[in-house]
């Protein structure tokens, strides 16, 4: 039997702990279910776009748009949208950040993002649909996955509502655009944007619907305090998935253990955004229980570590990886589990594990 990707992990050598880590968590095969297409833009791009649209990086802190709060973090959302305009850079932010994937040892990755009605390019006069915005995503997937050789990154790709923006019949229309692509990579939907406004109940009739005709859905939940009743709703809805969860009452905890749903978990975002005082403290350590055995791992909650936006937050996949093994003493075995086990949480079904990754393909045999 050839070396498996995990073995081959396990045999790095280097001398100190740190570089011997660093090294771990870049080779450790990843899956990343939580990412925002454009809070995951390359710097050196939005400096880029930003100068060919005549914004001024410096003015606009673009160079260095590092935040300090959730509020400061939808500035930058806003920044970035100034600089995103075209379908051209939607494409553009999907390539780049699929190679990106690539090189930081990600196998497997559900990209979502919020449709914008935006014109082909800066010389295009019509706002294009929200069809083509989707088009111009899984162009840019299929463009790496075209000039790539070798294992590939699997991309799939999660469709938003933004509950800050939009309304319930946007969603509904969302809904439909994700049914239409369906077929074609487009595998759940997300509801997501300024966790202050919106209301919940404007949007669970278009999710009941996705989730009726197949999505699978994922809830960003308990991002600010002072919405437990949210909350509690959003666990009698019970999605696939939820994420972020820093702010959750007892009692909403509780149920959340209970319920099994997994929970994607985004360190340096919400230490940056001001919504776990410290990473020591970060809600991982309520969720994560360590187990090595299968029976037992069916116990405890999955939890996804994720990205939330690589760009904005500044951090890779791997320096995730990196800081809970750091901040809470995970050996590799145990990384290494708990990157496993995010598999379970994803929204492939199992007939549909296909996705050209060798070293994905064998983890699959290795959870068998
Ligand atoms: C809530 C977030 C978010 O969709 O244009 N977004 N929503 N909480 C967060 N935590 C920090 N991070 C990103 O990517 C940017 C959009 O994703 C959502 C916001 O709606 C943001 O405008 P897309 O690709």
Redesign the pocket.
């Known amino acids: 039997k050839s070396p498996t990707r995990f073995a081959v992990v396990m045999a790095v050598t280097s001398t100190s702990k740190s570089a011997r880590r660093d090294e771990f968590v870049h080779r450790l095969p990843k899956i990343e279910l939580h990412a ?4 995951s833009i390359r710097r050196s791009t939005l400096c880029e776009l930003a100068a060919a649209r005549g914004i001024d990086a410096a003015a606009a802190m673009l160079d260095s748009p590092t935040p300090q709060t ?1 509020s400061e ?1 939808f500035d930058v ?1 806003r920044v970035i ?1 100034a600089c995103v305009t075209t379908l051209q850079d939607i494409e553009r932010l999907a390539v780049e950040l699929a190679y990106d994937l690539d090189d930081d040892g990600v196998v497997y990755a559900e990209i ?3 449709p914008r009605a935006l014109p082909a390019s800066l010389a295009a006069q019509d706002a294009g649909t929200l069809d083509e915005y989707v088009e111009a995503v899984l162009r840019g997937f299929e463009r790496y996955t075209c000039e790539q050789m070798g294992d590939k990154v699997g991309l799939r790709l999660i469709l ?1 509502i ?1 509950r800050a923006k939009h309304t319930a019949s946007d969603a509904q229309a969302i809904v439909d655009l994700a049914l239409r692509f369906q077929t074609r990579g487009v595998v759940g939907m997300d509801l ?2 300024d ?1 202050t406004k919106g209301e919940w109940a404007n949007f669970e009739p278009a999710l009941q619907r996705a989730r009726l005709h197949g999505l699978k859905i994922t809830l ?1 939940a308990g ?1 600010v305090r002072g919405r437990d009743d949210e909350m509690a709703a959003m666990l009698a809805f019970h999605p696939d998935r939820f994420g972020h969860c820093c702010f959750v009452s007892a009692s909403n905890l509780a149920l959340l253990k209970q319920s099994g749903v997994p929970i994607e978990l985004c360190l340096t ?1 919400n230490l940056l ?1 001001n919504s776990t005082p410290s990473l020591e403290r970060h809600h991982f350590r309520d969720h994560y229980t360590h187990v090595d055995s299968h029976a037992e791992q069916e116990e405890c909650t999955v939890c996804c570590i994720s990205t ?2 690589s760009g904005v937050f500044n951090s890779p996949l791997s320096n995730e990886f990196r800081l809970v093994m750091q901040t809470f003493a995970l050996d590799q075995q145990q990384a290494f589990h708990l990157a496993r086990r995010t598999l379970q949480a994803t929204f492939l079904t199992r007939p549909r594990l296909d996705f050209p990754s060798e070293a994905t393909n064998q983890l699959m045999r290795e959870d068998d």
């Not at 925002?36 to 809070?39: E, K, M, R, W």
Request: glycine letters at 10%.
């Open positions: 925002h297409l454009n809070g959730l973090a959302f949208h979502r993002t919020t938003s933004d997501s944007g966790p960003h991002e975002s955004s939330d936006d």
